[in-house]
């Protein structure tokens, strides 16, 4: 017995603490790459091609290095496909020897015999294959052409090497809910978990949002299959805003952008969560002074995330301590203001509230886009001429100047080239190698 | 979610890592991929004595849990057992 007693465990919720921040992320999503050999028609980040900006392996090293050091558990590590990166398995393997886990998404372009056989013996790996439909129909007409195909073989060759619970990864559209036990039975049948995701109006998503967000009855149907299975079905916490329902449904249940979650995207930017690249919710940059660690603890952005949130035109709301109002980036992209309700609201608010906006041309566009620009994707047979289009990065103003140019000033502004004239006689220039200018 | 035997041995498992926060504690079982939460410091403490302990008991002692709160921290350590955040050993 000692004299200074500490009290019991007190009874708190959770949430309330998160809602204030945590030191270090409990779920970190990292895209390593913008390059994807597929198209997907609701892709959240616009992936597509790489950008030349892409952290080096060196300055991925770093990074984890900081996630070990912040104690990070795990990173989810998507893209574009990571695996289309060379160094993706040695980047692996250097998170796993550092105490980081990584569960990966992947559409199973890589996913060989060899590669399954060397993911089923790492137990701080896991893989999460995407599939947006139950058969080939459905699923490759968002994914295209012949990635229900690849995901099956995939999932077949993770079977067979022994791996166990790896995810089925399904973001649910007015097509696919019909499927749930089709999923379910895929999942079953691959020794596979299923994980079920929302879909948002985030990147490419925006696009077909209005044709492809399930309807009223389905959100319905969706709830309801979801309480059904409890947690033997994943969800990453995505459909809180379902939870208006009744009863809510296993997870945090709150916006965790800033909070609990945040993205660090290709080229090392960071931001609140992975259905939000935009400048609005960009914290900073991981190569930045003070790098991942400075960005989370003290971007002004994160702070305001994490302070007390206002319920605006929900706090009267009776459900809106169960729902909180639902998604942020699902309000932002579609053009609702960020204190009211979601978009897919269950009690038909959102609804209503999309029905009276103004305009949507003038909706916030996703920043970087990085899609391929043969839209739609075509087949790929494998064979056959490339077609490429063509085009002047946005960013520059001019072409590059050779490092052969003859003449010495090119590329110099005339401000520029005045100025030099006019300091240094031509007589001294004649000193530096005999390099002659017009302007002289 | 029973409580453990107060003269039980236990550990943390090898394949958990701990994170302080300011509640208390985050859990990860790499093993089955669970996260868990310790929400207070006086918890994560005694967690964090078990393997140095003879006894459950000497472990919520050492943290200063008063005898009347203990059978709270023996459901609680319960609970992790039940998620194999805890495995017993040789007293």
Redesign the interface.
């Known amino acids: 017995m000692t004299t200074t007693a500490a009290p019991p465990p007190k009874a708190m919720r959770l949430v309330d603490h998160f809602e204030l921040g945590l030191d270090a992320p409990i779920c970190l999503t990292w895209e390593l790459t913008y390059a994807c050999n597929l198209s997907c028609v609701h892709c959240l980040s616009s992936s597509g091609r790489r950008d030349p900006r892409e952290l080096s392996t060196e300055e991925c090293k770093a990074v984890i290095d900081e996630l070990e050091r912040m104690q990070v558990f795990y990173v989810n590590i998507g893209g574009g496909e990571p695996t289309v990166r060379g160094d993706f398995w040695e980047l692996l393997d250097y998170a796993t020897a550092h105490h980081v886990g990584v569960k990966f998404s992947t559409n199973g372009i890589k996913i060989t015999p060899e590669v399954a056989a060397r993911l089923a013996g790492n137990d701080y790996v896991d893989v999460q294959i995407s599939l947006d439909g139950a058969t080939a129909e459905v699923n490759d007409f968002v994914r295209g052409p012949r990635s229900y195909e690849t995901a099956l073989r995939a999932l077949q060759n993770l079977s067979d090497a022994g791996m166990r619970n790896f995810k089925i990864s399904v973001v649910c559209t007015r097509q696919n809910i019909p499927q749930l036990d089709d999923f379910k039975e895929i999942a079953d049948r691959y020794g596979a978990q299923l994980r079920l995701t929302r879909l948002r109006p985030s990147g490419r998503g925006a696009d077909v949002w209005d044709e492809l967000h399930p309807t009223p009855e389905q959100q319905r149907e969706l709830y309801d299959w979801l309480v059904a299975h409890g947690e033997d079905v994943l969800t990453g916490d995505s459909f809180f805003h379902l939870s208006a329902y009744g009863q809510a449904l296993p997870g945090l249940n709150l916006c965790g952008a800033g909070r609990v979650v945040c993205l660090i995207d290709p080229i090392g930017d960071v931001y609140a969560c992975p259905f939000a690249i935009h400048e609005e919710f960009l914290a900073g940059n991981v190569r930045g002074e003070g790098g991942f660690r400075t960005v989370w603890r003290d971007s002004p952005l994160f702070a305001k995330l994490r302070s007390p949130q206002s319920g605006g035109a929900c706090s009267s709301c009776q459900f809106f301590d169960t729902c909180k109002g639902g998604c942020m980036a699902a309000k932002f992209f579609t053009g609702l203001p960020l204190d009211g309700p979601d978009p897919e609201c269950v009690q038909g608010y959102g609804e209503q509230l999309l029905a009276e906006r103004a305009d949507t041309l003038g909706l916030p566009k996703h920043s970087g886009d990085h899609s391929h620009r043969t839209s739609p994707p075509r087949e790929r047979s494998g064979t056959g001429p490339v077609r490429l289009t063509l085009s002047r990065r946005e960013d520059l103003q001019a072409p590059p100047v050779s490092a052969c140019a003859e003449d010495p000033l090119a590329g110099f502004t005339a401000d520029f080239a005045e100025g030099f004239a006019t300091k240094e006689s031509g007589a001294d220039r004649r000193h530096q190698g005999g390099i002659r200018s017009e302007t002289a | 979610m029973s409580p453990i035997d107060p003269e039980s041995a236990w550990t943390l498992h090898p394949?958990v890592?701990v994170?302080p926060?300011?509640?208390g504690a985050?859990l990860?079982h790499?093993?089955t991929?669970k996260?868990s939460?310790l929400?207070?410091r006086?918890?994560l403490a005694v967690v964090e004595g078990l393997s140095d302990a003879a006894t459950a008991r000497d472990a919520c002692?050492a943290?200063?849990?008063?005898?009347?709160?203990l059978p709270?921290?023996l459901r609680?350590l319960g609970t992790l057992a039940e998620s194999r955040m805890l495995m017993e050993r040789a007293a």
Do not use: M
Not at chain 2, 63 to 69: C, K, L, S, Y
């Open positions: 394949q890592s994170r926060e300011p509640f985050l990860y790499f093993g991929r996260l939460f929400k207070d006086t918890l002692e943290a200063g849990v008063a005898d009347e709160h709270t921290y609680a």
